[in-house]
């Protein structure tokens, strides 16, 4: 898997240093397994201008094929990364919530709490994870085997979907 991998944690109390990042740990554990360059990792407060723009960043400068986040995907009023997420897209790729959502529903009732959002900026993925190292890893590996081909497709190095006659 050669793609170029963004991590941003959305946190307050690990931005401030008062929680480990462990969910970003899992990220890279499992993306850099699996042949992924991790080209940038951060932690930013639950702010949706900061998000926005650090995701901003690191679609068109940083160049990311990919940027994953997590945490600020639930219920609270300090959880923005979708509104953010969205705010940044050009087009929204539902599928990797929705394929999130009905397969953590099988491990629990709260995963029908996500609001996690996925999308395309410019010619970058972008995929809200949650904010459990638990859940994290179990997301990943629901979406990855679909992650290569969609970024194929986007940076316009991919073929068809279907196979020819």
Known sequence: MNIKVAILTVSDKGFRGEREDLSGRVIVEKMTSLGAEI????????????????LRHLADEI?????????????????????????????????????????SLKVTPHAML???????????????????PKAV??????????????????RGRGGECAPTK
Not at 63 to 72: E, K, P, R, S, V
Request: with cysteine.
């Open 137 to 154: 890893k179990e997301c990943l590996d629901v979406i990855l085997p679909a992650i290569p081909h969609g970024i194929e497709i986007i």
């Open 114 to 132: 996500s609001r996690a959002a996925s999308g395309i900026r410019k010619q970058t993925l972008i995929i809200n994870l949650p904010g459990s």
């Open 63 to 103: 160049d990311a094929d990919l940027i994953l986040t997590t945490g600020g995907t639930g219920l609270s009023p300090r959880d923005v990364t979708p509104e953010a997420t969205r705010a940044v897209i050009d087009r929204e790729v539902p599928g990797f919530a929705e394929a999130m959502r009905h397969e």
């Open 39 to 54: 080209v940038h990792q951060e932690i930013v407060p639950d702010e949706l201008d900061i998000i926005s723009q650090r």
